[in-house]
């Protein structure tokens, strides 16, 4: 069965404090691993595509990297600015449809 | 500017009542997605379209109903079978192509009175 599971559920973090998030997946063949970022009260903003393993891409303040089983997306220096609901998603290479995770709520305290 | 529209933003429904959520996509985008969000849930798949005039039901269909008539549009119908509804509701769309990424509109909250 497709699956992904994130983990922390949530993560406070001092700003400029560097972390990591998990997302382990379970998929019979990965089409994409896909990250996002959720603000309260609003729809999922779109941060990064994963392909294959080894890949890796950045932006800003954050870095997503993928292996066969896992993706992490790390943080460094964080701000207050990137609190938020970060989400994990895949698409198996059977089907049209795309799995979830429940997301890590991050806080970042000044 | 190009993207998914979703409207309302808010919407109340009252008991026995049917209600419409609408989204739509200027992305020139083939396929469309509903989910619906819960508190320490994941998104959970309602009902999703690869073209117009078909659609598919997704995990937890029971209570809605969607249509597909333009490419652009794929409005969600909660109906008052579904006994549950007050949650966030998201349209997503993609385009057919393997791998591509999908995107979101802002997302409509429902509240039973």
């Known amino acids: 069965e497709d699956q992904v599971t994130q983990s922390p559920e949530a993560l406070r973090l001092q700003e400029g404090e560097s972390s990591s998030l998990n997302c382990s997946y379970t998929v019979s063949g990965l089409r994409g691993l896909f990250w996002y970022r959720q603000d309260p009260g609003k729809g999922p903003e779109f941060l990064f595509t994963?392909?294959?393993a080894g890949e890796e891409k950045e932006k800003e303040r954050l870095k997503a990297t993928l292996t066969k089983k896992e993706s992490f997306l790390h943080i460094t220096a964080p701000k207050p600015e990137d609190s938020a609901t970060y989400l994990c998603?895949?698409?198996?290479?059977?089907?049209?449809?795309?799995?979830f995770g429940t997301g890590t709520s991050l806080t970042v305290i000044p | 500017d190009g993207g998914i529209t979703q409207s309302p933003k808010y919407l109340f429904r009252k008991e026995g009542q049917n209600v419409t959520l609408s989204c739509e996509q200027n992305?020139?985008?083939?396929?469309m997605y509903w989910y619906r969000q819960d508190p320490g849930q994941g998104l959970r798949l309602i009902y999703y379209?690869?073209?117009?005039?078909?659609?598919q039901k997704g995990d937890i269909a029971e209570g809605y109903s969607v249509s597909r008539e333009k490419k652009e549009s794929f409005p969600l119908t909660v109906t008052s079978a579904q006994k549950n509804p007050t949650a966030f509701y998201l349209c997503?769309?993609?385009?057919?192509?393997?791998?591509?990424?999908?995107?979101f509109g802002e997302g409509s909250w429902l509240t039973v009175v």
């Open positions: 998603a895949v698409q198996p290479n059977t089907g049209n449809q795309f799995y």
């Open positions: 994963l392909y294959s």
């Open positions: 379209s690869q073209i117009v005039n078909d659609f």
């Open positions: 997503a769309s993609t385009t057919s192509s393997p791998g591509n990424t999908i995107y």
């Open positions: 992305l020139n985008h083939d396929a």
